[in-house]
């Protein structure tokens, strides 16, 4: 193992091993910034060009498109409330709130510290659990995913902020958007409207593009002046003292970096599952969760944090078994394919220097694109002052030609216009669009595997509560629900 870390940091420091690492770093973090595109879609249009290249070549390419896509997805969704990717769309309930208060450099480095500690933490786990990888991956069965679907949608009774019943009611709306389209259990179709379009369901990056960006562009529009309100600080101040509070607040950063590694490694639930679990996970750890979702630093720590360690996680069942623990990694396969790398035991054992090529490119450009984000953050910051006027049209353009690119369907554009006006009715009426979030993302999931649990099991209940996993989940569900009755408990009792 040491052999063949030497022999890829020393192909890194290559100028032709540095070239392509940068050049992945570089089209990571435009297609990162660039609302619905994302890492998917630039290592799919990167694979075709990387088949000339060599196996470790085409590795650092790629390690460097996926280390640097959640750096450029938390600049958008802090500045102008645009989740870059989908997991980032977690970023943007406190983010954006804290650029709105002139605090835009303070949040951009906290999403960079807790990104690159995150993102060493979740490679450092991969390297270590890599003798025992197949054990881990197999402890995840349908019972373990509805109980980690039932502990994320728990969190819509912690993550309400005050707005219980509006929460809930916005939870229930969630739940019956993620159940439309195909069931996959049943073969029916439900709730489509007679729409071929909502056969798929609804389409998550659409939905979230037209939830945060275009509602909230439609709500500038309306109140006018700009991102940053009047009197707030000077946005481009505060962005060394951000990276030192996701070290200050160690806890957060290392609880979040937790699930997204152990999340990632689960195939199916992804970067986004993760993401909002370690959101609503900081808020139960937080002294002041009542100020989540209005500038808390803590909740943009948190899912930073879970957006890059869960790539070192889902790279867990990718290499050893070929099954991917998200989309990326799934059309990231492809590319493995494509230069004769079969994922399985054999390839850590055949391919040892490959791998370890790719390991290094991810935490080469983990660090080096929040670096770069560091440097650019200050003028960027800028935006919060800028004209909403001028700001808007330019936001929804960009966000509907990323959605459309995305898929080159018109379905998914007017899904994003449906949930923008849903978005700012919300904002009107106060009623908090994460509940909805967490139930559209969760719902699917959470059906799918009841059912495949109960199909295990001839219908026993008792499979939930007598496999170990299982079982641990649920407890750790209990606690994150008692949590906050003990803390109201222990104030009225001061």
């Not at 995150?118 to 995840?140: D, H």
């Not at 490694?265 to 599952?273: D, E, I």
């Not at 699917?444 to 026993?460: I, K, P, T, V, Y």
């Not at 209940?461 to 569900?477: C, D, E, P, Q």
């Amino acid at each position: 193992m040491l052999e063949s870390t030497l022999a890829a940091l020393q192909f890194l420091f290559t100028p032709s091993g540095a070239l392509f690492l940068c050049l992945g770093v570089g089209v990571g973090l435009a297609f990162g910034v660039m609302p619905g595109l994302g890492g998917t879609t630039a290592i799919a249009l990167l694979m075709p060009l990387s088949f000339t290249l060599e196996a470790n070549q085409a590795m650092l390419l790629m390690g460097g498109v996926m280390g640097a896509v959640s750096a450029g997805g938390s600049v958008s969704a802090i500045l102008i409330n645009t989740p870059g990717t989908a997991p980032n769309a977690a970023t943007c309930f406190d983010g954006y709130p804290l650029a709105q208060q002139g605090k835009a450099g303070l949040a951009i480095g906290a999403a960079a510290g807790a990104s690159s500690i995150g993102g060493v933490i979740g490679l450092f786990t991969l390297i270590a659990v890599m003798p025992v990888m197949k054990g881990l991956v197999l402890l995840f069965g349908p019972p373990e995913y509805f109980m980690l679907a039932a502990m994320g949608l728990a969190a819509i009774a912690v993550s309400t902020g005050g707005r219980f019943l509006r929460g809930l009611i916005a939870g229930a709306l969630g739940l019956m958007l993620a159940f439309v389209g195909y069931d996959a259990v049943g073969g029916g179709v439900r709730f489509t409207l007679g729409s071929d379009y909502l056969w798929d369901g609804i389409q998550l990056v659409p939905a979230l593009t037209g939830l945060f960006a275009i509602s909230e562009m439609i709500a500038l529009s309306v109140s006018g002046g700009t991102i940053a309100r009047e009197g707030a600080a000077e946005p481009i101040t505060g962005v060394l003292d951000g990276v030192r509070q996701a070290a200050r607040h160690w806890k957060t950063t290392l609880q979040g970096s937790a699930i997204g590694t152990v999340v990632g490694a689960v195939p199916g639930l992804g970067g986004t599952v993760a993401a909002f679990l370690s959101y609503t996970a900081a808020m139960q750890i937080s002294k002041s969760p009542e100020t989540f979702g209005k500038g808390n630093i803590e909740g943009v720590i948190g899912p930073e944090a879970a957006n890059n360690s869960k790539d070192g996680g889902s790279l867990i069942p990718t290499l050893s078994f070929g099954i991917p623990g998200s989309a990326e990694m799934a059309v990231f396969l492809g590319v493995l394919v494509l230069h004769g790398l079969q994922p399985g035991p054999m390839l850590l054992l055949e391919h040892e220097g490959v791998i370890f090529s790719l390991i290094l490119a991810l935490l080469a450009s983990t660090l080096l694109s929040n670096l770069l984000v560091l440097a650019v953050a200050r003028p960027l910051a800028v935006i919060t002052r800028v004209d909403v006027h001028l700001l808007v049209p330019v936001v929804i353009a960009v966000a509907l030609v990323g959605v459309y690119a995305l898929r080159e369907t018109v379905g998914d554009v007017v899904l994003a216009g449906l949930f923008g006006a849903l978005g700012y009715l919300m904002i009107r009426l106060r009623y908090p669009r994460v509940t909805l979030v967490i139930a559209l993302i969760l719902g699917e999931l959470a059906e799918r595997s009841f059912h495949q649990s109960l199909n295990m099991s001839a219908g026993d209940w008792t499979i939930f509560f007598t496999r170990g996993a299982s079982l641990v989940i649920f407890l750790l569900m209990v606690g994150f629900l008692a949590l906050p009755a003990a803390r109201a408990l222990r104030r009225r009792a001061a």
